[in-house]
């Protein structure tokens, strides 16, 4: 527990409250997992935390949270804010998402008891030790997620719960319940009363976990159609099993996820309502694999200067290490056209070392650009708009295109990056007046 929470617990229980952190922080604190954040939860209202706390923020007021930040003094670990909440219990959920009002209580068990899973749903004081009424401990130990409950009372409450069991069971590679899972194909239409932008945040979370695998639940529990409606063509077309070992960026995971779909990709994107870099970013990281392999240095800085040059380094070290894996995830026409010729002559070890020369010969290629420095986008030219309009050339449609072909002529010789050089060509190619 860091310092600050312990500072916050006590000046509560001085103040003459009960406090315990609770919830993930808990869990993650017995499975040896650093927390992200640290929750406390008190019999003191808001009001009467607000006047022990000389700095606080109304977070969540109507629910009864109340943010602290603790003095400089009690800061460890760099964490200053707290979210402090009473110990409440929920009304009715009649939007599938939030309670309609709650009303405060002075026991924890009624706290604990409106958590949604018994993984979730235990608090922990320094000397008083882990209050776990829904037996949570032991199922961490069977590494199962279970509601806490009925799973049907549960995800009837907030929809949004049935994508978060799945999402804990990716993270911490923990077995959903039978009851849990069931009670998600029963009520898997609820997930449409739940805003897109909380479903693409689970959804990011399960894809950036160690098991993004898992992802497979959507689709065997039917909630895919209801994240969006082309959803359900990913699994049409195979989950990549390479998704564990990809790096946890936003644009290399979800374009890897929809690396079979990407003509969908952007529209999958767009309806997940993630931000304009995710969507641009993520469906060219997805278009890559459907592309025919580059065949010279040119071709590559092309598609470099297309879709830039980390994104590319990042889909030819996917597809290294996708040839260190199974077989049967090959992605690209090349690597499609060696396993054909495999079966036929039955080479398999001649044909991966085919494909793995490739790949490793492209990633030297890429490496030369970054060394030599070069010039792969219109801002790297060394012929500018400017120096157009000095020798005549008006604003407009043809200046760009004198650019652009300017542009292409230093991808295929980049050595001829200069100014000079580069208006001899254009005069050569008749373009400019010598």
Known sequence: ???????????????????????????????????????????????????IFSHTVDTGIEHGTVTVLVPPEEVERGIRSFEVTTYRIDGEYTDHRHPNAVSFTGSLEEDLARRDFTINAMAYHMERGIIDPFHGQEDLEKKIVRAVGKAKDRFAEDALRMMRGIRFSAQLDFSLDEEAYLGIESLKESLENVSKERIAVELWKLLASAHPDKVEMFFSTGLAPYITEDFPKIQESGIPKLLPFAPVEKIVRF?????????????????????????????????????????????????????????VRDFYEMRLALLHQDEAELYSPLESDLLESKRRTGEIITTKKQAESIVKERLLWITKVESEKNCVSLSELMLSGKDLISLGVSPGKRMGEILQLAFDRVLQEPKENEKEKLISYLQESGLLDS
Do not use: Q
Not at 7 to 32: K, P, T, W
Not at 261 to 287: C, M, Q, T, Y
């Open 1 to 51: 527990m860091p310092k600050g929470a312990e500072f916050i617990i006590r000046s509560l229980e001085n103040a003459g409250f009960e406090a315990y952190i609770v919830g993930g922080c808990v869990r993650d604190g017995i499975l040896g997992r650093d927390p992200e954040d640290w929750d406390i939860t008190t019999i003191a209202k808001p009001d009467e935390i607000k006047r």
């Open 255 to 311: 374009g890897l996820f929809l690396r079979n779909v990407p003509d969908l990709a952007r529209k999958i994107l767009r309806d997940l309502k993630l931000d304009r870099e995710s969507i641009e970013g993520g469906s060219h990281f997805a278009a890559l694999f459907s592309e025919e392999e580059v065949e010279s240095p040119y071709a590559l800085r092309k598609r470099i200067a297309r879709y830039g040059l980390k994104m």
